[in-house]
Structures are given as C-alpha cells and as structure tokens.
C-alpha cells in the first residue's frame, strides 16, 4: 500500500487501525479496524456524510466493537500488525 498517495486523514485512519488492530491483540488490521478508525475519527467528512444521510454510526460502531472482539486475538510475544490482504 502506498501511504503517500493517501491524504493525511486517510493516512493517519489507516496508523490508528494498526493501533486499534494491536489494542485487540489481532495480528492482522482487516477492513473493520479501518472502518472503526473512521467512524471514530471526530474531524473528518466520514461520520458528517453518514450524518447528514440520517445514519446512526453508533450501533454501527457497536456492532463493529462485536466483530473485533470475536476475532482471534494473539497472546504471548509483541504483536507486529500487519494489513491483511482484504484491506490492502
């Protein structure tokens, strides 16, 4: 993936997915942890647009909380995340 072709919102969502991916103890950051680092980014155009269309991104953000946490964690060593072939 070529980050320097992405803004800097775009950039800094794909950088907080790896954290939240390493926060859950997953090895891979997947689409839903980029997802979940969009919905929660407070300065961007994503969670206005889903605003302004009358979308409630709180259950979605819950919905996807449920998904990270029934994906298989990692225990043990440091966990090095890397971007799953879906997201890359």
């Known amino acids: 993936m070529r ?9 800094e969502a794909v ?3 790896v ?15 980029l997802l979940y680092s969009l919905l929660k980014q407070t300065d961007t155009i994503v969670p206005e647009i889903l605003e302004k269309v ?3 991104i709180y259950p979605l ?3 996807i909380e449920e998904i990270l ?3 298989p964690k990692q225990y043990g060593q440091e966990i090095k995340a ?7």
């Open 61 to 63: 953000i819950k919905k």
């Open 69 to 71: 946490q029934a994906k």
């Open 19 to 33: 954290q939240i991916a390493e926060k859950f103890k997953h090895q891979q950051v997947d689409c839903e942890h």
């Open 3 to 11: 980050m320097d072709k992405f803004t800097l919102k775009a950039q």
């Open 82 to 88: 890397y971007l799953s072939n879906r997201l890359n």
């Open 54 to 56: 009358s979308f409630s």
């Open 15 to 17: 950088e907080q997915a």
